[in-house]
Nanobody, 122 residues
């Protein structure tokens, strides 16, 4: 099992940007697809974006398809999520997890960290 740590969240005004990071130790992380998810209060967890390990192919959910970019640095065991043109409805705790397929949002491996809070003010 891999222990992930999410960071980079904060309070931002609508229209602003944030860069989130997901880090973990071990080769299992750098050789796995990794996805980003978010969960707002009272709502189900929602898929945001994912990236494969070697080719770094990406796939995005509908919610932030045109406003997010995911990337990774396997040397640093880090997967980033750049969020832009943020809206109040993007307020949520953002999590990362390894996935078995970036095209299957349900294929996460339940290795959640504590998440990082993103709050967007209007």
């Amino acid at each position: 099992q891999v222990q992930v740590v999410e960071s980079g969240g904060g309070l931002v005004q609508a229209g602003g940007s944030l860069r989130l990071s997901c880090t973990a130790s071990g080769r299992a992380f750098s050789s796995s697809s990794v996805g980003w998810f978010r969960q707002a209060p009272g709502k189900e967890r929602e898929f945001v974006a994912a990236i494969t390990a070697i080719k770094k192919n990406t796939f995005y959910g509908d919610s932030m398809r045109d406003r997010s970019t995911t990337s990774r640095d396997n040397d640093d065991n880090t997967v980033d999520l750049q969020l832009k043109r943020l809206k109040p409805k993007d307020t949520a705790v953002y999590y990362c997890s390894r996935m078995t397929s970036i095209y299957n949002s349900g294929s996460y491996l339940e290795e959640w960290g504590q998440g990082t809070q993103v709050t967007v003010s209007s």
